[in-house]
């Protein structure tokens, strides 16, 4: 059975950095592209960010470009996304996926395996 549990998800100030972890069971991370989404209240679902499976490439969306970094521990299973300068507009609920392909995917809909979400909330 696959598991992919994030955490790390808190209540911090505007230009606070944060680091969540996404830990996997039942699969490994160096075998899938995982994924970073997030989804505040009342929108959808949108890109964070994806890094490949070798690890070499990784691609962000616009809005945390520059801001946020995605990285893996292979020996603990474990994907990360350090998160710089946060905003206001960062807060939502951020969620890992895996995803089988080579292919880096934006959309949520390529990604197979999901983790339950942990709350970042972002206070001016």
């Known amino acids: 059975q696959v598991q992919l549990v994030e955490s790390g998800g808190r209540l911090v100030q505007a230009g606070d950095s944060l680091r969540l972890s996404c830990t996997a069971s039942g699969l490994t991370v160096s075998t899938y592209a995982m994924g970073w989404f997030r989804q505040a209240p009342g929108k959808e679902r949108e890109f964070v960010g994806a890094?490949?499976?070798?690890?070499?490439?990784?691609i962000y969306a616009d809005s945390v470009q520059g801001r946020f970094t995605i990285s893996r521990d292979n020996a603990k299973n474990t994907v990360y996304l350090q998160m710089n300068s946060l905003k206001v507009e960062d807060t939502a609920v951020y969620y890992c996926a895996s995803s089988p392909s080579d292919i880096l995917f934006r959309v949520h809909t390529s990604y197979i395996y999901w983790g339950q979400g942990t709350r970042v909330t972002v206070s001016s």
């Open positions: 890094i490949a499976r070798s690890g070499g490439s990784s």
